[in-house]
């Protein structure tokens, strides 16, 4: 390549025009996931308060919702339930009219085109708080396998289009892949969090999906976040499992195993921009810190550009709608 001053950069800088026609990296409504929590009731629309503009929402305005998605081009949602009431094994999350099946419902009938994702954990479900079976003030791995494959069950006999285990119990992606295809549902996808590390920009979701552990923390089986090979090691568990998809969480401060997991293993990759990292941006941009709108964009764009192909995330709505 010839250098300054017969290549100069900034020839293809000089427009709005030229910069898109040159643009290397995009985000468009179609990569996008719109998370969405699910509770009892009818006519619930209830805001979180450490998330501005997300709210609780009954099945019924989970499809309203679903619905305007829809509308501005958002391809998929992925739902957290909030059960009636909760216990120490979590069996709401395995009921056939549990509340994540009555949403599947209803968004189907709303929003029949829309890709309906389900997060598979306990978390939600347990009245302790942790993704699975404790027994001696500890998770039990073993134990809390064939709980996950029977949620998952539920939610594919509700319809789910995709199944999403999040809970990081070892051998989860196996037992229930194995549960699909034992009961008809051999094409159903699993998109595994195969790297969710045990972080701290969790907090907000702790609160919208009512889950924050009664004792303890959840360290023991979430990743920690220094461990860069382990993650790979884990990916590589879930993809020999028969996972379709995976995740790595949270997407910003993993942006380096974002692009090590694409270019190791090459399957579909999504990246959750969690909770506290949309809530980071909100809180900001009402200071008047920042432009919600340019950091959101440029956010989006580096988890784009890092290796993501599918990104979930609280603000897909307004990106969709902005983008029509």
């Not at 019924?60 to 949602?77: K, M, S, T």
């Amino acid at each position: 390549m010839s250098g300054f001053p017969a290549y100069r950069p900034r020839r293809l800088r000089r427009t709005e025009a030229l910069r898109r026609l040159v643009r290397e990296t995009r985000v468009v409504p179609e990569q996008l996931v719109q998370p969405l929590f699910v509770v009892p009731g009818r006519g619930v629309e209830k805001p979180i308060g450490s998330m501005p503009g997300v709210s609780q929402l009954s099945a019924d305005r989970a499809a309203e919702e679903a619905r305007r998605l829809a509308d501005v081009g958002v391809p998929a949602v992925i739902l957290f339930g909030i059960p009636e009431a909760k216990d120490a094994r979590g069996t709401g999350a395995v009921a056939a009219d549990g509340i994540v099946p009555r949403a599947l419902d209803a968004i189907a009938k709303a929003a029949p085109a829309l890709v309906r994702i389900t997060d598979v954990c306990l978390c939600e479900y347990t009245d302790h708080g942790h993704c699975g079976v404790v027994v001696n003030g500890d998770v039990d791995n073993d134990a809390t396998l064939d709980l996950l494959a029977d949620e998952a069950l539920a939610h594919a006999r509700a319809g789910a289009d995709m199944v999403a285990p999040s809970d990081m119990m070892d051998g989860r992606v196996g037992r229930i892949r194995a549960a699909l295809d034992a009961h008809g549902f051999a094409e159903l996808p699993i998109m595994s969090y195969a790297a969710k590390q045990a972080s701290a920009f969790y907090g907000p979701f702790r609160e919208a999906a009512e889950s924050a552990p009664k004792f303890g923390d959840r360290r023991s089986y979430q990743m920690d976040p220094a461990n860069a090979e382990e993650a790979l090691r884990e990916v590589a568990l879930d993809v020999a499992e028969g996972a379709d998809i995976v995740m790595v969480k949270p997407a910003l401060p993993c942006l380096d195993l974002v692009r090590r997991v694409k270019e190791r293993f090459g399957y579909p990759v999504a990246a959750y921009q969690v909770s506290g990292e949309f809530a980071m941006i909100k809180a900001a941009a009402a200071r008047g810190w920042i432009d919600e709108t340019r950091v959101v964009d440029e956010t989006l764009t580096a988890i784009r550009r890092a290796g993501a192909d599918i990104v979930i995330t609280y603000f897909a709505r307004d990106v969709a709608g902005r983008r029509r």
